[in-house]
């Protein structure tokens, strides 16, 4: 099979370097040739394309016809034309279908071609699903995807899968060479490292290189025809994934995984377009919220701070769709922060835990302070809401999560800073327990520090917050708020002195609901929080002694 057309091109060729009377003669003859292999082998090999155990010797023949038929392309049978190379490259190259042995064998012989490349890129019928190049990358990606398909039953690997993963090598090395692919890393600024680059690192780059190049387009077309191209070259990523999802292949589901988080991380601004949306919709829907959790948490584990940082951006970035992504952030942030949560305060569970190393930077920067944000949104809505007099489970693991966010980060936005803020007032105001107000007052101390030292004045945000605090808690829990109100006095006298006009009216009113006149034990602890208040609360207290 295998020598029949590349034999027949090889004469083929050699006629026509003869000269024009030579080739002439023999052009009959050749077409004649051409069209006993088309109809007598071709059939056969076309048959074969789908095969699970595709043999070596099925994609060098039918690299062989691919050539053929672009030397000679009026030799090709009906079906195959017009365009009879994308055709054949198509059935045994670019059909998602395809056993990736087949196609990291196939694909190679042609990609090395430079005038075979550059004559079906320039073709405008190349395919109906898209450009040749773009097909090609398409290919790639999925064939890297699918890799793990051939290890035997006990994840050793097999023959083919040592096949595989040689094809593999050799196809990344030619696709990176891709007049197209070139381009996009000449216009990131990013190169492969090595001559001969492995196929992990070559693909992450390739997808940083699409990101970025993106990311610098003006012009709302290009910007649009960058989307379109992109996602011709992801194809139907879940697709791919699907039989790691359904076998539960440890290394195929974190290769899945992986992948799909450099996508979401590096893509974000792509993904969040219109066009594009509903891409990162199903990567999230399927792969971040399923039902079960089985078989996935160590791929969660590794891969869940690319989508929370790349799904962060694109909820900060999405015009149309900006709420639904956001819900569904929110979605993935609770349901990874309680799954990754220990019962009680663990320091190595929770320095490790994936939604903390997903928020943490060096620096500050806009989007990573966007993505702390939702998370302190998410903890104060889902994991510290008190039923009346109860505190929330695992309140010591919560507050020992916040703590190790505001510790890891230099965040010093008030605006970010005081989320948490209601929920831990209320921790130290209804909860004894040891272990939970120690950690409760190391994050306020925190709190009230950073958001004091933003301001040259006691933060107005802050004081929002507790004015806050005390009329919500006026006639209930007074005693307790003066106590907190104490702590928080220790670390920023300014910001509780200015509440005092508001703390003698909530006094008064509580006196006046209970109708007994003047409450000598509530004036006693009030008077408590006023001695440590200087001057201001001095004179308050002199006020009062004269009412």
């Known amino acids: ?83 009879p190379v994308q055709s054949i490259m198509h059935c045994f190259g670019w059909d998602d279908m395809l056993n990736p042995l087949l196609v990291t064998r196939y694909l190679p ?28 990358v398409r290919a790639w990606f999925r064939c890297f995807l699918q890799q793990h398909l051939h290890k035997n039953p006990d994840r050793s690997d097999s023959r083919a899968g040592r096949a595989l993963e040689e094809q593999l090598g050799e196809l990344t090395r030619l696709v990176l060479r891709l007049p197209e692919v070139d381009s996009l890393l000449q216009r990131s600024g990013l190169q492969p490292a090595a001559s001969r680059p492995e196929p992990r690192p070559a693909l992450q780059l390739f997808i940083k290189a ?22 011709d070259y992801l194809g139907d990523f879940l697709k791919h994934v699907k039989p790691y999802l359904v076998n539960k292949n440890p ?31 199903r990567l999230v829907e399927v792969l971040l919220l399923p039902h079960s959790l089985t078989h996935l948490e160590q791929a969660l584990r590794d891969s869940l701070p690319l989508y929370l940082q790349g799904l962060s951006v694109a ?20 349901k990874y922060l309680d799954h990754f949560l220990p019962a009680t305060p663990s320091a ?23 993505l702390r944000k939702s998370i302190l949104q998410v903890l104060c809505d889902n994991f510290l809401q008190f039923k009346g007099h109860a505190p ?12 190790e966010l505001l510790r890891r980060n230099k965040d010093a936005d008030p605006a970010l ?30 709190l009230v520090e950073r958001c004091g030292a933003a301001t040259d004045g006691p933060c107005d945000q802050t004081t929002t917050v507790l004015k806050s605090f005390v009329e919500e808690n006026e006639g209930v829990y007074d005693k307790q708020v003066y106590s907190v109100l104490e702590t928080v006095a220790v670390l920023d006298l300014p910001v509780v002195q200015v509440l005092v006009p508001v703390l003698s009216l909530s006094l008064r009113n509580t006196e006046h609901k209970r109708g007994l006149g003047r409450n000598s034990a509530l004036r006693s602890a009030y008077k408590k929080l006023l001695s440590i208040l200087g001057d201001v609360g001095q004179a308050e207290a002199i006020s009062l002694e004269e009412e």
């Open 348 to 370: 190595g569970v929770i320095a490790n835990h994936p939604v903390l190393l997903a928020a943490c930077e060096a620096t500050p920067t806009p989007h990573g302070a966007g």
């Open 109 to 136: 012989h042609l990609l090395q071609d430079g005038e075979l490349v550059a004559a079906v890129s320039s073709c405008s019928g190349a395919s109906a699903s898209g450009p040749a190049q773009a097909l090609c």
């Open 1 to 83: 099979m295998e020598g029949s057309a590349a034999g027949h091109r090889r004469v083929h060729q050699r006629g026509v370097q003869a000269g024009p009377s030579v080739a002439s003669v023999g052009r009959e003859r050749h077409l004649a040739v051409a069209a006993a292999l088309w109809t007598h082998f071709f059939p056969f090999l076309r048959s074969l394309r789908l095969s699970q155990t595709p043999p070596a010797p099925l994609a060098d023949a039918a690299a062989g016809f691919t050539l053929l038929a672009f030397d000679l392309p009026s030799s090709a049978p009906q079906d195959l034309q017009p365009n």
């Open 251 to 281: 290394e195929g589901l974190q290769l899945a995984y992986w992948v799909g988080g450099c996508v979401v991380m590096h893509w974000s601004p792509l993904l969040a377009s219109s066009r594009a949306q509903q891409q990162l919709f």
């Open 417 to 446: 800073l005081t989320v948490p803020l209601p929920s831990v007032l209320r921790c130290l105001m209804l909860v004894n327990e040891p272990q939970v107000r120690r950690i409760a007052t190391e994050a306020l101390q925190l």
């Open 210 to 231: 699409v990101g970025r190049v993106y990311g610098g387009l003006q012009v709302l077309s290009e910007r649009a025809a960058m989307v379109t191209k992109a996602l």
């Open 392 to 403: 929330p489970p695992r309140l010591a693991a919560i507050l020992a999560f916040l703590l």
């Open 315 to 334: 909820a900060g970035m999405s015009q149309s769709q900006g709420a639904g992504l956001k819900q569904q952030l929110r979605s993935v942030i609770s």
